[in-house]
């Protein structure tokens, strides 16, 4: 039972990666990576660590894929696409990878009820919110600094690019 609870996410981030990748239209493109970060973070789920589930959902799902479409919608990329239905099989996909994850939430909660975030101690959780700072101000300070420096680099780099053709 525990192979299909991990089973299912693991399946819809992999296929929601690999759409992203093949998928021409950069709107779809966010879309897709929305979806493979809303299964990534019911992976945290089921490992218990409730702190990085939320974190996953609200900075990944919800900030950094707002971003991606600021830049999208900024630089015009969503014009590109000729026909609005240029992939039968989405609509289809989308209900097949929404109903997969409802099942898989369904099954979680019944079968075993002791993995709902809510009965975790968060004391001594590996994913502490106490123990993720203590982990990203310490040992992981540089990449975070790096990172933080990268995105500031992509947007000014978006906003120049926009200024230009203006």
């Known amino acids: 039972m525990d192979v299909l609870l991990f089973g299912i996410p693991a399946v819809v981030a992999i296929i929601g990666a690999i ?44 900030a950094i894929i707002v971003l991606f479409l600021f830049v999208v919608m900024l630089l015009g990329a969503e014009r590109d696409e000729d026909t609005p239905h240029a992939n039968p099989w989405q609509n289809r996909g989308a209900f097949v990878g929404g109903l997969l994850l409802l099942v898989e939430l369904c ?9 709902i975030p809510v009965a975790v101690d968060m004391d001594n959780a590996f994913a502490a919110p106490a123990e993720v700072a203590k982990a ?3 040992t992981h300070l540089l990449p975070f600094e790096i990172a933080s420096f990268v995105l500031l680099t992509a947007l000014i780099g978006v906003v120049v690019l926009h200024q230009r053709r203006s």
Do not use: C, E, K, W
């Open 136 to 138: 990203l101000f310490t």
């Open 107 to 115: 099954l979680l909660y019944i079968n075993n009820p002791d993995t």
């Open 19 to 62: 759409a992203m990748l093949l998928s021409r239209n950069a709107v779809h493109s966010a879309l897709y990576l929305l979806l493979n970060f809303a299964a990534i973070s019911v992976l945290y789920l089921l490992l218990q660590a409730p702190f990085l589930f939320a974190t996953q959902l609200i900075v990944y799902a919800g």
